[in-house]
């Protein structure tokens, strides 16, 4: 039985230090740019040894990431608690939530975003004379395509019962829907 708990103790060490030696990495290179014989030098262990415990820096990738989803602990907070957590521990691994949030260039999701982003402040900016988006507004825009952005994964997973209009209803009454038009109304109406 201590044999187990020694073993159990080197895994957990040993897979610490490859996702710290991953996470140090990102801060100097892009994740797609580090392979594993270099995340296996910055921890100072062998490559078998690193594919004993993952399958490839993917892997490793989402350990980490699950590693770091704990310092969340959504659990036993409250709604403003959460907010403030997730923004705390993404200014601890900032280079890491650069990259896997902006750098995805490829990623429909980012696509979409884009797009979406970009046509809101188009609308706005097409309806002001001063072409200038107000800090408000650029959170107003990207709160919700954020949230129209989480509501399309919530719906594709689960089978895509309700119309494309029975969403975007209960995505108008979820959020504060007339503030986001007191926002659009207040930016055309600095003429």
């Known amino acids: 039985m201590g044999q187990e708990k020694k073993e159990d103790l080197r895994v957990k060490r040993t897979r610490k230090l490859l996702s710290q030696a991953l996470l140090s990495l ?7 740019s580090i392979s594993v014989k270099e995340i296996c030098e910055e921890a100072m262990v062998h490559r078998a040894t690193f594919y004993t415990h993952f399958n490839d820096k993917y892997d490793l990738l989402a350990y980490s990431l ?6 969340f602990h959504f659990t036993d907070s409250n709604l403003e608690e959460v907010h403030l957590k997730l923004f705390n521990v993404a200014i601890k691994y900032k280079r890491l939530f650069s990259q896997l949030f902006l750098e995805e260039r490829d990623s429909l999701r980012y696509v979409i975003r884009k797009e979406m982003t970009m046509g809101m402040k188009q609308e706005i900016s097409s309806d002001a004379k001063t072409p200038s988006i107000s800090t408000s507004s650029e959170i107003g825009i990207a709160a919700l395509a954020g ?21 975007y209803k209960e995505i108008k009454q979820v959020l504060n829907w007339e503030h986001i038009e007191k926002i659009h109304n207040e930016t055309i109406s600095k003429e």
């Open 26 to 32: 990102i801060e100097h290179h892009s994740f797609h």
């Open 66 to 71: 699950k590693e770091i989803a704990e310092e």
């Open 147 to 167: 949230a129209t952005l989480g509501v399309l994964n919530w719906w594709i997973e689960n089978g895509m019962t309700l119309s494309g209009e029975e969403v």
